[in-house]
């Protein structure tokens, strides 16, 4: 009886293990990319709130950044709506989206958050549309990750 309930237990303590370190990796993996999970964009709201907390956002640029982030995010719901375009001509009209919201926001920060923000950007590859980051002129966008 000892040895059967020594058993079971033993197992229950593995397989807790194995879910805890299972969630942990998903909470890792969420927070180096979206915390939405895997393809999942983040809202509006949530990349303000993580370009606050990166460049330090004052108030003042936070109510000037949220309209063009919410703006951004219609054109790119529209754009993915649209099953009229080809992906190539979608991919890159989501590229202009990016680089064009990336431009006004660039504008309404100081030099330093400036190269915080491209930072971030060239860190996160061509899906955010960074600076420099399209396909050389005459070539087509790469297929989405």
Known sequence: MKK???SLLATALALGG????AQMEQGQAGGQGSPMGHGQPMSPDQRLQMMTKQLNL????QQKIKPLLESQNQQMQALRADTSLSSEDRMSKMMQIRQSTN????SSLNPDQQQKFEQMMSRQGHRHGGPGEGPPSGQSAPPPQ
């Open 4 to 6: 059967l309930i020594l």
């Open 103 to 106: 431009d006004q926001i660039k």
């Open 58 to 61: 004052t108030a003042d640029q």
């Open 18 to 21: 194995v879910s805890a370190w």
